[in-house]
């Protein structure tokens, strides 16, 4: 059983990655911190709220995190691509209420779980980095490992032509957590451009009605492959690279991976360009310092699993 204390900026993807930690047998979700990204981080909070709530699962905990990046600088948000508030044509019911966390109680669960808890971030970089300059990077360290969607490695980026939405947003941060993580696994845009999933999937989920949420990604997931039809013609369905970086953990061997230290570009020219030596002879780096990069992975595999988990009972 895996403990995931996952930061998130739910938006879509992230929030079919809740979904999916909710419903599988071996990850239990210990705490979930929301920020600003795809939306504000008042709506990233209500609509992790709403799923917990929607699973019965008021238990565990919703953090607030950051509200902009380090920079100070005003945030863009994507409504085009995630929905006005998030969760596409859905939002939580009027008079929905319930109680969000102080991000203390983001270090509370790292020094409960210590080396048992894994952090994925599939969001900003903001809180996870705001983290390890509040607590020190040996007490963020304590988890046993961090897993981080984002980056686009050799291959072209969806902010820019280099850039990928996470990384970009707050590369300061991002290049932060790399510096002072261990253990760090990234799962890329390279690889979760590639797990998407179609129309007839979505529909076939939805039609199973057997868990709160198979009937709730209907209308979230329509949304989203429509957004992908104006973002990248051509594509039969659309992405959800929040949930590839959950699968990843659970699914080691699906994926092909190459090790290499990995910096952030925080300059304007090539702002959120994820930066590595993949020369045959890369420069050697001190063990600790290299972070593991997704570059292949198995989709048919994912997308077996996928359907598998998301059609569970809960
Ligand atoms: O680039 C993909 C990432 O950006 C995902 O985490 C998605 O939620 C968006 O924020
Ligand atoms: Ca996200």
Do not use: C
Not at 6 to 24: E, Q, R, T
Not at 91 to 118: C, H, M, N, W
Not at 144 to 160: D, I, K
Not at 166 to 185: C, M, S, Y
């Amino acid at each position: 059983m895996k403990k995931v204390l996952l930061f998130g900026d739910p938006g879509i993807d992230d929030a079919i990655a809740i979904m999916y930690a909710l419903l599988h047998p071996e990850i239990e979700l210990v705490g979930v911190v929301a920020s600003y990204g795809n939306v504000n981080e008042k709506q990233a909070t209500d609509n992790a709220a709403y799923l917990l709530q929607l699973a019965g699962r008021q238990d565990i905990p919703v953090i607030r995190g950051a509200k902009g990046p380090f920079s100070g600088e005003l945030v863009t948000y994507y409504p085009e691509i995630h929905g006005p508030e998030g969760l596409g044509p859905i939002r939580p019911p009027e008079g929905f209420s319930y109680q969000a966390q102080d991000f203390g109680a983001v270090f509370d669960i790292i020094a409960k779980y210590k080396d048992e808890l894994t952090i994925v971030d599939v969001g900003r970089s903001t809180s996870l980095a705001t983290a390890y300059i509040l607590a020190g990077a040996d007490q963020i360290n304590r988890s046993s490992a961090v897993y981080l969607m984002g980056g686009s490695f050799l291959h072209p980026g969806n902010v820019t032509a280099e850039a990928e939405a996470n990384f970009h947003g707050d590369p300061i941060a991002t290049d932060l957590v790399l510096e002072k993580g261990r253990n760090i696994t990234i799962i890329p845009l390279n690889v979760t451009g590639d797990a998407v999933v179609s129309q007839q999937v979505i529909d076939w989920i939805a039609n199973q009605k057997t868990n709160p949420f198979t009937s709730l990604m209907k209308p979230i997931m329509d949304f989203y492959i429509e957004a992908y039809k104006e973002l990248s013609p051509g594509l039969e369905g659309a992405p959800i690279h929040d949930a590839l970086a959950l699968f990843a953990l659970l699914n080691p061997d699906a994926f092909g991976y190459l090790s290499r230290r990995v910096r952030v570009d925080t300059s304007n020219l090539s702002r959120g360009k994820a930066i590595a030596d993949f020369r045959t002879k890369p420069e050697e780096e001190p063990p600790e310092t290299l972070d593991r990069i997704a570059l292949t992975f198995n989709y048919d595999v994912f997308l077996e699993d996928f359907v598998k988990i998301m059609t569970r009972r809960l």
